[in-house]
């Protein structure tokens, strides 16, 4: 029986009732005297008699009292954390000594209540509310639990911030960055793969996700004409992996080389190694080469192509003096024909100073052209430089690409250093036309004012004594 308070009452024919007594659990005897209460869960031991007053004792009586005030509990094994397959809970209710468990039932997401069975099913993604709750044989019911079911079965994606195509940085530690997206469960970090000139060199860098990105810095140091890519992935909080993202393969070029008014994804660099010399190169080259500083990257040789030292309104060169006995480039990330090479991945500035000269399919494979740097170098005192002139497209590039590049100066000093030519109507001049430097033309114009003075100052008359 399921009861608290318990009654006993004693009846004799004869002389009467005279006491009656109790024990509970088998404790100490005690006198009844209106009722007995029982305010312990369980299943108690109550023994009882009574006594007349001739004396006679009852033969003792043994009852068991059944207590049940308290609810059931259940318990789940539901995990605490996200996800990324689909998720069985169990339920487990238990209620102590009491009465035993009678139901339990759920409900998801705020649903209808349901009888549990076996287990709960969770396979669609979702932070999933499940409440439940159990109900005891004595008809107590269990507070209603809340738990959350977390499910992501979805990879994530990854956006990049920057550099999404190949190019140039100035900096010798470019920094990659790139938006890792998710949902339900959101980023967690992200994965790089490193990349340098062509070789794998570091995998799987845990890159932390802060402020809604992932930043990469490359390190050690880059130095000039390295480049770097780097393969990225993002990580969620149910583990789930996006697919690889790779960034543009991005070339550090040294500062100070190459100047204008705007940025520029060509720059003029001496290539190291004397001309002419042999190297070492992959072998998915298809031409011959001459010296690289990167022996992955193939340079093919340009044709017709003249450096005039000129003035340009938009064009200067900085800190930069060729050398005899040296090779240059101009050095074209990320372009893969000779048009793009030319309408492309020239800076805006550069672009009026560049044309085609002659056609690449009259290169002769093998062929060396030149460029001439006409006019006067200063610190050298070299009046004429020349040199091979190459255009690295990319590494499997075909196309030559033949330039006309006029670089500016500042048109006061070098005006002082051009020829000039000055037409004369005397026949004995082999073509009429006498080439002559500004400096000297100036000089000749200072001689013919002062022969001029001398011929046209008229003579003083000469003064007599007494005159």
């Given at each position: 029986m399921w009861q608290e308070s318990i009654h006993l009452t004693c009846s004799d024919a004869t002389s009467g009732c005279s006491i009656t007594q109790y024990r509970i659990d088998e404790g100490s005897w005690q006198t009844y005297d209106t009722n007995i209460l029982l305010t312990a869960d369980g299943n108690h031991q109550l023994d009882f008699n009574s006594m007349d007053v001739a004396?006679?004792?009852?033969?003792?009586?043994?009852?068991?009292?059944?207590?049940?005030?308290?609810?059931?509990?259940?318990?789940?094994?539901?995990?605490?954390?996200?996800?990324?397959?689909?998720?069985?809970?169990?339920?487990?209710?238990?209620?102590?000594?009491?009465?035993?468990?009678?139901?339990?039932?759920?409900?998801?997401?705020?649903?209808?209540?349901?009888?549990?069975?076996?287990?709960?099913?969770?396979?669609?993604?979702?932070?999933?509310?499940?409440?439940?709750?159990?109900?005891?044989?004595?008809?107590?019911?269990?507070?209603?639990?809340?738990?959350?079911?977390?499910?992501?079965?979805?990879?994530?994606?990854?956006?990049?911030?920057?550099?999404?195509?190949?190019?140039?940085?100035?900096?010798?530690?470019?920094?990659?960055?790139?938006?890792?997206?998710?949902?339900?469960?959101?980023?967690?970090?992200?994965?790089?793969?490193?990349?340098?000139?062509?070789?794998?060199?570091?995998?799987?860098?845990?890159?932390?996700?802060?402020?809604?990105?992932?930043?990469?810095?490359?390190?050690?140091?880059?130095?000039?004409?390295?480049?770097?890519?780097?393969?990225?992935?993002?990580?969620?909080?149910?583990?789930?992996?996006?697919?690889?993202?790779?960034?543009?393969?991005?070339?550090?070029?040294?500062?100070?080389?190459?100047?204008?008014?705007?940025g520029s994804s060509s720059i003029i660099t001496p290539i190291l190694g004397q001309l002419g010399d042999p190297c070492e190169v992959d072998a998915d080259c298809e031409s011959p080469l001459v010296c690289s500083p990167d022996t992955n990257t193939c340079q093919y040789e340009v044709t017709s192509v003249e450096a005039l030292i000129d003035y340009a309104p938009n064009t200067k060169v900085v800190g930069f003096i060729p050398n005899i006995g040296f090779n240059y480039s101009i050095i074209v990330v990320n372009k893969t024909d000779r048009e793009l090479a030319i309408e492309t991945s020239l800076s805006d500035e550069l672009k009026p100073f560049l044309k085609l000269t002659k056609e690449v399919d009259s290169l002769i494979p093998g062929q060396a052209d030149v460029i001439k740097w006409n006019g006067v170098v200063r610190d050298s005192n070299i009046e004429e430089i020349t040199g091979t002139v190459y255009i690295i497209v990319d590494k499997k590039a075909t196309a030559r690409i033949p330039l006309t590049l006029r670089i500016g100066h500042a048109p006061l000093l070098d005006l002082l250093h051009k020829q000039v030519y000055l037409k004369c109507p005397f026949p004995f001049i082999p073509g009429g036309v006498i080439p002559i430097t500004v400096g000297g033309l100036a000089i000749l114009g200072i001689l013919t004012y002062l022969l001029f003075k001398v011929f046209t100052t008229p003579v003083p008359k000469p003064r007599w004594a007494g005159e």
């Open positions: 004396g006679n004792i009852e033969s003792t009586q043994t009852i068991w009292i059944a207590i049940d005030k308290t609810a059931p509990t259940t318990t789940h094994d539901a995990p605490n954390d996200w996800q990324n397959t689909d998720v069985n809970v169990h339920l487990t209710c238990s209620d102590g000594t009491g009465s035993g468990c009678s139901l339990t039932q759920y409900r998801i997401d705020n649903g209808p209540w349901q009888t549990y069975d076996t287990n709960i099913l969770f396979s669609t993604d979702g932070n999933h509310q499940l409440d439940f709750n159990s109900k005891d044989a004595v008809g107590n019911i269990e507070s209603t639990n809340t738990i959350y079911v977390l499910v992501d079965k979805n990879k994530p994606t990854i956006t990049l911030l920057n550099y999404t195509e190949d190019g140039t940085t100035s900096s010798s530690y470019p920094s990659f960055e790139a938006q890792p997206i998710d949902s339900p469960s959101g980023p967690d970090y992200c994965l790089v793969d490193v990349y340098k000139n062509g070789a794998l060199v570091d995998t799987n860098v845990v890159v932390s996700y802060l402020n809604e990105k992932c930043t990469y810095s490359i390190s050690p140091k880059l130095e000039s004409g390295d480049y770097v890519k780097v393969t990225w992935r993002a990580v969620d909080l149910a583990g789930n992996v996006s697919e690889d993202v790779n960034s543009g393969q991005i070339t550090y070029l040294a500062t100070g080389q190459i100047g204008g008014t705007g």
